[in-house]
């Protein structure tokens, strides 16, 4: 039963970085100076910022960087702080076949002990998509209760793994280090991200942490279970797990290269219905449309993004998980935007009154259709009587329909520029795309 475990932590332990082609290494890039970019905009806010001044007296070893916020601090708070706010906005990378997001889980948690150990670029990248490996197959492997949130979940292996292939563990090692990090998943909720209980923004920083932490307690002595994956992952946060999908094709299809990027700052599951609307709004003069001219939004979808109907949200992180509030405020504004879902966005009496006339309904045809495709029709009818309806099956940003890399350095410096100033932004892009030229990764990170 464990046979799956001894191939993964050979695989994690044998992996150079020459053996990663041209497209898993330039995906990777993709995903570091995108995750970079969330984090900063993220570390803006208001919570981040508290949260970063109450951990700093505690920290006793200031070796790695607070993205955006220009300090140093201890590994494991830096990566908790740098994981945390880069959900923050909710434009942080993510697989649709591990169903959660990988990125902001590993990145932060390599790029804490990466600094401290000082190690080249090419060990740093290397040690990304090993553990952006790892985590995405013990989601594709097992399936989440319901009611758990996928942050905080098998992102903790990963995060784990990505840190040991820092610091060289033999292969033995990595698979005691696999099983003592399984035992540290936590014991999220669902319901924070749709009732917009901002602890949730935790899970992912909480994950780059805990996993520098059994990295430690590896190194302390601490053992796990003859098979952690297989018994929390099987039984325990899951019912099923298939350990066959643990190690097929491992080697030669790398996850990070079936990833998505996000432009919309929202939840993952309302981008359908936001490109559908996008498609409407095209049509017409200016490529607007005016809200005091419409009468209601139907949008029918899959069963996950059809619990995102409520259209009252409370707070920002509760309007981010509202298909109605997205598709009004998105309406009003012209945009999806980071913007558009500001705190001070939440009460306006326009977007409220335009979201109420919005219905969200699961389409049992388009849930049949995931996880290779997330469906969503929207049908806007206008006080005239004139509708006009389009239907979306990818997700732009999907594999099937990526955004471009000059899509990508847009959106980065968009959110890197107001922080950093357009010069140093730019500089920041560059450094990363010759990222594995870099003997120290100190020299990498200067300045972020």
Known sequence: MVEYLDQISNFVVKTDFEDLDATVIGQAKKVVYDTLGVIAAGAQQREPIEMAKRLAPFSGHPSSTLVGRKKKIDPLNAALINGTVGTWLELDEGNQFARGHAGIHVVPAALAIGEEKKVPGKTFLTALVVGYEIACRIGIACKLRMTMHPHGSWGTVGAAVAVGKLINLNADQMKTLINIASSMTLATSRKTMLEGGTVRNLYAGASGYMGILANYLLKSGFTGEADGIGSVYGGVVSDSFNPEAMVEELGSRYEITRNYFKEYACCRYNHSSLDALYQIMCQQKQGRLDPKD???????????????????PENMLA?????????????????????????????KPDIRSLASRVEVEEKKEFTQMMPARRPSRVTVRLKDGSTFS?????????????????????????????IYGKRK???????????????NLRNYTEGL
């Open 425 to 439: 932004a730019k500089e920041i892009l560059e450094k990363t795309r010759r990222i594995e030229t870099f003997r």
């Open 294 to 312: 419409i009468e209601s939004v139907r949008v029918e979808t899959y069963s996950l993004a059809a619990q995102l109907c409520s259209k009252t």
């Open 319 to 347: 309007g981010k998980f509202s298909i109605p509030f997205a598709i009004a405020t998105t309406l009003i504004h012209g945009h999806s935007g980071v913007e558009s879902f500001l705190p001070e966005k939440i009460g």
């Open 390 to 418: 389009e239907t979306v099956y990818i997700s732009k940003g999907d594999i099937e329909d990526p955004y471009s890399t000059d899509e990508l350095d847009a959106k980065f410096l968009g959110l890197a520029t107001p």
